[in-house]
């Protein structure tokens, strides 16, 4: 098996784990659906098991196409293969709508194509909920098993190459070659975690008055950061349920969850300044938001004033977190906000959040908060070395390691993000999108973000007012947020190099 492709074992239990919406459906009085599953899986189970078969056999020569290829052909065929049953299952979808859709699920965006929501099957919601939490949890273990050997992923950051144990040309030579063990070697490490996790938050949701099949819904949304749910929204849940997903949604700001793979790759765990900088960051939004409600609509009627505040300052709290982890899930509090003031939400700030991203190495997009983190920090260091010329950088060497290379390093990929978001701007001018409707749906696909195209800006935009064309070049651009640019080009150069 160790000479199998990746992509032909991913294959193959992706048919395998169609069998749960298969079984769904058929529990659920949903047979036609459970039929395009069980169908869809067996074909799909059948044909990988040939293929396995088929490439099951020594390699004369090592392995020489490297990550890039690998990465990029799971995030574009691996959908392909999991749209199979979802585009039989939904007549009304095309197989071209079913494939963007899972390019959407499975790089964690949750952006989707199927209006209302509500009037779908559950057993559709299902698959696109596995799916964005097999993303997840996917991306968690290349995060480890390939890109930290090479030093990417936001493993740059954490410690110095020169510390890390795994970075040289030999392990990267290694992680290429044995893509199958080592990828085997950590799933075993995240996945118990990963799937206690999920399985946790799930009772809680459950013990906190929500119903099963939703509760399932938001615990592998919040765990994968993927935000599908099967509304639009949370809805009515409750406050003890959005408290319990506030405190999971944390877990999307490091990796700290995971401590058994933490200490293999880096040694002893060390102090992660991305939680003080995502603490003051939502804290800046909630006042930000109240401030705002306050200041444009507020009426002090008495019994009334303080409950709302409160709900508006919650909200914010609860949204502001979500969009800073790419998840994207929105309270009934932060739309409840609007129609105490009277004025719309400002969706700006919640795409100037998705764009800074959660923590490094972990399920969220965007830029990531180390990165901004080593960029303020030597902002900081800079300032005083004006006034101080001879001062001399304090706090370890790996706060000084942050705050001189790992901030160029820091600054490369924020240079690298913002051409990529520009070139796809610049692709969807092209292609007829308005300017301030590109540059929103190109974040959101950027920051894997999806729902952030209903709530950034003043007019609430739909993936389906999209042509094809746009739509493609948006699932490229949710591959390239979900690999990370700077991970892409490297791995880019490394091929073109090793070629």
Known sequence: MDTVPLLVLLVTFCGLAMGVPAAHGFLTGQSAVGRSFLY???MIAIAGLFLTIATARRQRRPATHGLFPMLVGIYLILPAVMALPLADALPSLRYVDAWFEMVSSFTTTGASLIRPPQQVPDTIHLWRGMVGWMGGLFILVAAT?????????????MRPPAEHPMVSDRAGASARQSAVPRFAAHLRLVLPLYGGFTVLLWLTLTLAGMAGFPALMAAMAVLS??????????????????AAIFLFLILALNRAFIPSTERQLLGRPQADPQLRLAAALVAAVVVLVVLRHVTGGYQPIEGEALPRLGTAAWGAGFTGLSFLTTTGIVNDAWIAGRAWSGLTPPGMVLLALALMGGGAATAAGGVKLLRLYALGRMGTDEMRRLLHPSRVTGGGARLRFIAGPGARLAWLFVMAF??????????????GVEFEVAIVFAAAALTTTGPLASHAGDVVLHWTDLGDPARAVLALGMILGRLEILAVLALLAAQIGGD
Do not use: D, H
């Open 418 to 431: 913002a051409a990529a978001l520009s070139l796809l701007v610049a692709l969807l001018l092209v292609l």
């Open 145 to 157: 098993a390939f890109l930290a050997p090479i030093g990417l992923g936001g493993f740059e950051l």
């Open 225 to 242: 950061t993927s935000g599908i749910l099967p509304r639009e929204t949370l809805g009515p849940v409750g406050p003890g349920a959005e």
């Open 40 to 42: 869809g899986g067996l």
